[in-house]
């Protein structure tokens, strides 16, 4: 008997990224603001509502299958397309067969489920749209795996939760549920009927804030069929107000069904300072709220997929859960279906950040097989880019939404930032192009890149400043220097020595040059100083920008924080007095932070195959975490005298500074620990 993938557990299949698109689209129109929809501002793609499925077997006994489709279908045997079935059980003849089965579904994924004693439905199965190109079918087999269930069907997981405090009104009730969460709220023991309306809040003030806090629900006289009600749709909150119309409704209890994606807190740390331990910890959390589906930006107002937020959720992914499937979901749903006809999200920077997502997923997990799978995307969506730039190869925006941060700078013309990114990215496509033998590509991209990154220094780079200035718009040179594109040439290794202490120097620590108030671009920032060696002013950056959100009794992180901010203010942006988002995924970058730079694990090889661990104590008394590398973990101490770090996968090299000179130690690789003294 020959069959590939035969005793495999079964599972559900679809066409390659077609779940992964329909989820998407269910979520871009979720987004409400005061119970009126407001679906996302770009195409929103759509999977094939007809695939075929074909398997290759060969047995020596005839074999009973079960069959389950999302859809209708029809099963026929080597090439004979007018013996069709559409039996649920069917007996498959042995010996060597070709087994097709056609699957529609225009509502939900047109998904196959198969389950027999050898022959079992999983990714070794091809799937086609009839263009007459066959792929790997798309997989969850860790979740997916139940015949009654369909993909359609998934939804997150719930667990009730209760309230800290419920404070009854004179016309309703406030409820406190002691920090930020989300999901579905709860009437329990219900007296009498009435209409009720449901105001939430991330804040007190705007829960209490009937006409411009941004969530809402109504409900009416004739929802109840029981005692007990759960709202239908699950919204982000701190704080509810319920009031009912009628004076003659009650309640027992109020509570929620908080809904979630299981993860596993892989990542951890603890230091000698408890105020950062507390910034660790809201940081997962922050980063738990968002990790759902996909990643999202944040839980109350948008709920859609950005790239630029989902790139850093992927980077801090990789010290907290390493939960490569929410990943790839991301990076599919982003992507979306050809032909592009818009930068992803609009945005010219979402766009290549993207392509970025794609060099650090590789590094990181070793997944070859997924990045083969975007090859062809990132082709078309590279051509696009390619196409949008101008005679010097660079960059500009057209008719694209050219964002950079949310802040006052002039992005027209050719942004540096932009094409430090761009420069990235046909790096990225280079090197998925040499996994896949694609030699010819791989050199284009490669001369591409080696070709702009001279001339974006040759351009920008200006010496009496010291720095890369912001943009060239209609051939004028604008002088103003921001640190954007500086702490991303610093960040890619782009810069000679002279030229990284210069930006370090007349850049980062210049406190004339325009500061950066949101966590989106303080990632970056605090990234390129530990980069420069400057973990002992991240460290009081971290304790005094993110300790200053939890001064003010934030539960999560913020989209953004400006110190300088009173009261309400905190809560306003777009124009909207509650528009801020106070869990924002951006706004986690800590975990990244201390896990890349304190903790210092990095990968030096796809896959942590080898890996270097170089910690940074950065003025505390000690440190100690675990940072999940794929399938193992690294853990490690360290403290003004010693270090010790053991790990469970791959060939690790401590990198430490004895008496001055860097010095490097051969981790075990037997899962032992390992200690150096560090005392000079």
Sequence with gaps: MK?????????????????????????????QTRGVIYPAFWRVDRHYSSVIYKYSYELEQPEEVSISADGSFALYLDGRDNYRSNNPRMTLPA???EVRIAVYNNVGI????VKGENINSNSSWEVSCYDKRWHPAGSWGEVLHDPTSSPSEFRLATEPQQPVSVERRSDGWLVDFGKETFGYLQLKGIKGRSALTVYYGESPEEAEDRENCVQFDSVSEDSYQSDDYTLAEARAFRFVQVVPESSDFHVESISMLYEYLPVQYRGSFQSSNDQLNKIWDTSMYTLHLNTREFFFDGIKRDRWVWSGDAYQSYLMNYYSFFDSEVVKRTMIALRGKDPVALHINTILDYSLYWFIGIYDYYLYTGDKDFVQSQYERMISLMDFCLGRSNGEGMMEGIDDWVFVDWADIDNRGEVSTIQLLLCRSLETMALVAELMEDHERMGGYRKRADELKPKIMEIFWDEEQGALVHNRHEGILNQKVTKYPNMFALMFGYLDEV?????????????TVQGIKTPYMRFYELAAMCEVGEHTYVLDEMLDYWGGMLDLGATSFWEEYDPKETGREHLGMYGMPYGRSLCHAWG???????????????????????????PHLGGLDWIQGTVPIGPGDVEVYMDKEKIRVRATHGMGVLKYNYEGKLQEFSIPS???????????
């Design 499 to 511: 030229q990284t202490e210069s930006v370090k120097r007349n850049v980062m620590v210049n406190p």
């Design 670 to 680: 037997d899962g032992s620990w390992g200690e150096v003294n560090i005392l000079s």
């Design 95 to 97: 010996g060597k067969h």
């Design 588 to 614: 986690a970058s800590p975990i990244y932070l201390i896990g890349k730079y304190f903790l210092g694990v990095k990968p030096t090889t796809p896959g942590y195959e080898t890996f270097v661990v170089e």
């Design 110 to 113: 047109p998904a196959l489920f």
């Design 3 to 31: 069959t590939d993938g035969i005793k495999e557990q079964a599972c559900w299949i679809w066409y390659l990224g077609d779940w992964e698109i329909y989820l998407n689209e269910q979520i871009s129109v979720r987004r």
